[in-house]
């Protein structure tokens, strides 16, 4: 799966690519350099990540953080919706018996 970007010269200023993907599902991830936001870039690299990912057959997953509005934003002018589930993780490593 391709990693879209908006660049000049060997400076990437949004990208949105696959964190993972199973047979099914595949998480984006986007990056927006600070000094670009509000321009579009962001939208622009997810909806084609997005469209890739539909095309090929996968659930295309958004995960954010529910306090990150301009991600939020960005998810929402592409077609994402919330859908209220939330995902908590943890690790325990066992010491010893």
């Known amino acids: 799966l391709s990693r879209y970007e908006v660049r000049r010269g060997d400076r990437a200023y949004a990208s949105a690519g696959v964190n993972w993907h199973s047979p099914r599902y595949a998480e984006l991830y986007v990056y927006v350099d600070p000094s670009v936001r509000g321009r579009g870039w962001g939208k622009s ?34 077609g994402y919706v919330d859908t209220g589930l939330r995902e908590y993780v943890c690790e325990a490593v066992r010491l010893g018996d």
């Open 45 to 78: 690299v997810v909806a084609s990540a997005t469209g890739e990912l539909l095309n090929a057959g996968l659930i295309p997953l958004y995960v954010v953080a529910e306090d990150n509005l301009a991600s939020i934003r960005t998810a929402e002018a592409v």
